[in-house]
């Protein structure tokens, strides 16, 4: 999801059904949205993609990554000396990470790598993330085993 939203979309009830559908099945077609949620098969597609240029949601393929050929998932915590906005998007600019958030705690933010291997990552550490502007240090938490991932988590 874009971290900034261009602008606001209004969440009636019939868009967060269509959302609820989507996490449930991301490759439902719209015509069977459309009869749970009481709309036309073109209305529901407007709605959708007025709710992705909104920026309220994506409609993706989760993929595993050591499928893909990544050997190596990490979060990386890193502390900022500054403004957290320019090094978040420094961050969110480098294509291993797939996703940033600023924190409160003991990490200004946190970014999730992905990468093909430990060497990878180290570069990855070493050369790009560790040489933006305003990065004070990091810690590296890399994953043993991923036990749960969901998107399912309904609306409110």
């Known amino acids: 999801m874009a971290a ?3 602008r606001s979309v209004t969440l009636d009830d019939v868009s967060k059904a269509i959302i609820e559908q989507l996490q449930q ?3 439902r077609s719209y015509a069977a ?3 749970v949620v009481g709309l036309s098969e073109a209305a529901v ?10 920026g309220v949601m994506q409609v993706v393929a989760v993929t595993d990554p050591l499928e893909l050929g990544f050997a190596r998932q990490a979060m ?11 090094v978040a998007d420094a961050l969110a600019g480098l294509e ?6 600023i924190t409160a705690g003991s990490y200004d933010l946190l970014a999730e790598v992905v990468c093909e291997s ?14 933006i ?15 749960k991932q969901t998107y399912s988590w309904g609306v409110r």
Do not use: C
């Open 4 to 6: 900034k939203r261009e």
């Open 25 to 27: 099945d991301g490759r």
């Open 33 to 35: 949205i459309g009869k």
């Open 45 to 54: 597609r407007q709605r959708v993609q007025r709710l992705i240029e909104g």
């Open 76 to 86: 990386v915590g890193i502390r900022v000396a500054g403004p957290l906005d320019r």
């Open 96 to 101: 291993e990470v797939d996703y940033v958030v």
């Open 118 to 131: 430990d060497q990878h990552l180290l570069d990855l550490i070493s050369a790009k993330i560790r040489t």
């Open 133 to 147: 502007e305003g990065v004070v240090s990091t810690e590296t938490f890399m994953y043993l085993e991923l036990r």
